[in-house]
């Protein structure tokens, strides 16, 4: 079972618009959660995080949002550039289980248009 | 280097070849994981090195993988007796630190295709 889901595969959004990806988790005691983006035929790039004991986190023309009530995440990037078209991964720390593993969502394909 | 680096970049095996994919972390980084990816699919967790120590292969899909970090800096997985299912994308990532909050770096990754 998926306790990391992006249930969008892919988004299209114009160029200077902003892209929102969002991401849901199904365990609440998860505390740590990330954002990569990846490019065709290279490894995934880090790109921002959040904590749990924060609701936003920004970064230039990134930021992300908590949501812990509704165990939801999402990234806004404002304003979208055509160098933003990606495949953008929300990940989080598995801190409950004893292990040192990190859950990746399947991804989200962003195309920002020209 | 700069960063994290994976050989080979491309691999393919025929069914029952064994195979070892090597990762050369960031110089001074004291984790390293690794990661199986599916086409379509996130990257999943392998195995957790702390330096030389291998403390979780959790993630580890059979017997048939298996690996090592012997002097706490370069890393192979070996995969013995490959089969179809195995194709993937092998991706290895590395941090500075292990902690709660860690940001990991990773390879390109190594693709495999089982023939």
């Known amino acids: 079972d998926q306790q990391v889901k992006q249930n969008s595969p892919s988004l299209s959004v114009q160029e200077g618009r902003i892209s929102i990806l969002n991401c849901d988790y199904t365990n609440s005691m998860f505390d740590y959660f990330l954002w990569y983006k990846k490019y065709p035929a290279e490894g995934p790039t880090f790109l921002i995080s959040?904590?749990?004991?924060?609701d936003k986190n920004e970064d230039g023309r990134f930021t992300v949002f908590l949501n812990k009530s509704a165990k939801h995440l999402s990234l806004h990037i404002v304003p979208s550039q055509p160098g933003d078209s990606a495949v953008y991964f929300c990940?989080?720390?598995?801190?409950?289980?004893?292990?040192?593993?990190?859950?990746f969502g399947t991804g989200t394909r962003l195309k920002v248009l020209a | 280097g700069a960063g994290v680096s994976q050989s080979p970049r491309y691999k393919v095996a025929k069914r029952g070849q064994d195979v070892a994919l090597r990762c050369d972390p960031i110089?001074?980084?004291?984790?390293l994981f690794w990661y199986q990816q599916a086409l379509g699919q996130g990257p999943e967790f392998l195995t957790y090195f702390q330096n030389e120590a291998q403390l979780d292969k959790s993630g580890l899909p059979s017997d048939r993988f298996f690996a090592e970090r012997p002097e706490g800096s370069v890393s192979t997985l070996k995969i013995q007796r490959t089969q179809q299912e195995d194709s993937a994308v092998y991706l290895c990532?590395?941090?500075?630190?292990?902690?709660?909050?860690?940001?990991?770096?990773f390879g390109p990754g190594t693709r495999l295709l089982v023939l």
């Open positions: 990532a590395s941090s500075l630190v292990s902690g709660s909050q860690e940001t990991q770096y």
């Open positions: 990940a989080t720390k598995d801190t409950t289980s004893g292990t040192f593993k990190y859950i």
């Open positions: 959040i904590s749990s004991i924060k």
């Open positions: 110089s001074g980084h004291v984790s």
